[in-house]
């Protein structure tokens, strides 16, 4: 009897550590959400959902005041819409609830599509840490990428939810194809898919990738194979083609400016991913191992892997940068390989793999131990911790006791950010924008507002052209027809615009 509690105390030991590792690092962004750290897109994501509260047929841009489609105006953030309207509830409240829901899909959607690929109880929640710190040592945040402190300050954005549902349908696809699923089965996935690629177009790429090597994969001969598969592509085609905010099929002609806010996914690749070079290594085991039972081909991860390395050199060769948000792809197989290799090696291997992989873990939680500031007071952190802080940003909320809904406000890209999301409009969007076709002379417009030598009357132009009652700018000058109403964080000021 005794005998038999010390092999399963045994047993268990090797996933309750993992589990509970895995369950701090939830509640870690379940704590991250409750502050909801500026960065980034949030004022994009703010700025969408508050002008479907107030139109869920013809909201228009969610930046300037355009009456223009946009991307952004996904499933996911009509949902976000419908709730601000019905609740009254804040944007920022309506982003906290997103992300509680996008944070449950992914944790879910990440413990059903690694069962599909082990057995091992300990698995899911090992991929959790690995996809989460299995990064490099140089810190780096990106939405769709899944490194901890860049899910800590994109957990609300679309991205997170899209890659959620991502997981769900790698999941559900591979019992698809291996249960011989009838076609309404193959019609729900291609609904999801398409869903996946409206919520978050990089995400879907990404989806996409992960389906093909499934698919493929779990290939068992001859074209009735393909057959139920193809047809729940039709459906996604038709999903998207149907969907009435935006062309999803213009965006394959974006290009300008998006290549040129991509091009830093290709810098400082080593130090951003080096750790996951024990993913590649587990990868390649796991294609050695398969090598009697068809090889390489038809392991879904190695797959996945190789998709991935291909889009995103083809992009780097062809200038195409925007094609690095298929970095996911890369990372997220490999990843996932490293914790499914520690779970299933066995023999002398099993305790070089799991020291190699913790260490390289362990590596990985320090690089990010800085994720904690944004729940622990910056003060009460010990020094080494704190020394790896970054402050998020401030917000624009001291403008909002004078800026009313539907105000354009006349800010450079910075702010343009950021003061949309309070349900203002800006002149020029903070963020590239392929649907906005007057985007060139916008930009060009707030540059010479704000340039040194444009004069008055120049300047009162622009400010009619746009209907501009409100400038938001450094301290310092003031030129005329401005009156300073307020002053912000960072020695910034808002005039108004004296008619």
Request: charged share 15%; aromatic share 12%; hydrophobic share 55%.
């Amino acid at each position: 009897m005794r005998a038999a509690l010390r092999r399963t105390t045994a047993l268990r030991r090797p996933t309750v550590a993992p589990q509970a590792a895995a369950a701090l690092v939830v509640v870690l962004l379940l704590l991250v959400i409750v502050r909801l750290p500026w960065a980034g897109d949030l004022g994009m994501h703010a700025a969408t959902v508050e002008r479907l509260r107030h139109s869920l047929v013809d909201p228009g841009n969610p930046l300037v005041d355009a009456d223009t489609p946009s991307p952004y105006y996904s499933p996911w953030t009509l949902v976000l819409g419908c709730v601000a309207r019905v609740t009254g509830f804040s944007v920022f409240v309506v982003l906290r609830i997103g992300a509680v829901v996008g944070l449950g899909l992914l944790v879910s959607g990440v413990w059903r599509y690694v069962r599909t690929l082990s057995a091992q109880r300990a698995a899911p929640a090992v991929a959790v840490l690995c996809l989460v710190f299995l990064w490099g040592t140089s810190l780096f945040s990106w939405s769709g990428f899944l490194g901890l402190n860049s899910l800590a300050l994109t957990v609300s954005y679309p991205s997170v939810f899209a890659l959620g549902l991502a997981f769900h349908f790698w999941a559900w696809l591979a019992g698809a194809v291996r249960a011989e699923a009838g076609w309404g089965v193959w019609a729900g996935i291609g609904g999801l898919w398409a869903a996946i690629l409206l919520c978050h177009q990089f995400s879907g790429v990404v989806a996409t990738l992960g389906a093909l090597a499934t698919v493929v994969a779990a290939r068992a001969g001859g074209g009735a194979v393909w057959l139920r598969p193809a047809a729940g592509a039709l459906v996604g085609v038709a999903v998207l083609w149907a969907w009435p905010y935006y062309d999803f099929f213009a965006l394959v002609g974006a290009g300008g400016d998006l290549e040129s806010v991509h091009r830093g996914l290709y810098r400082g690749l080593v130090g951003r991913y080096w750790l996951v070079l024990v993913g590649v290594v587990a990868l390649a085991v796991r294609a050695w191992r398969g090598r009697a039972a068809g090889g390489w081909s038809r392991d879904p991860l190695v797959l996945f892997f190789a998709l991935g390395v291909g889009v995103v050199v083809l992009g780097g060769m062809s200038g195409h940068y925007s094609w690095g948000r298929a970095l996911p792809a890369v990372l997220i197989p490999a990843q996932v390989a490293a914790a499914l290799v520690a779970v299933e090696v066995r023999g002398s291997w099993r305790g070089v793999w799991v020291g190699v992989l913790s260490g390289a873990l362990v590596v990985g939680a320090w690089t990010q131990v800085g994720t904690v500031g944004y729940v622990v007071p910056r003060g009460v952190l010990p020094g080494v911790v704190a020394a790896k802080y970054r402050a998020p940003w401030v917000g624009y909320h001291w403008v909002k006791p004078w800026v009313k809904y539907g105000d354009v406000v006349m800010a450079r890209t910075f702010p343009a950010r950021q003061i949309p999301a309070y349900g203002a409009y800006t002149v020029a969007p903070g963020y590239p924008d392929f649907f906005l076709p007057d985007e060139g002379r916008r930009v060009a417009d707030v540059r010479r507002y704000f340039a040194v030598g444009t004069g008055e009357g120049a300047r009162r132009g622009i400010v009619r052209a746009y209907g501009v009652r409100w400038v938001v700018d450094r301290g310092g000058v003031v030129w005329g027809g401005l009156r300073v109403v307020a002053r912000g964080p960072g020695g910034q000021v808002l005039y108004e615009v004296v008619r």
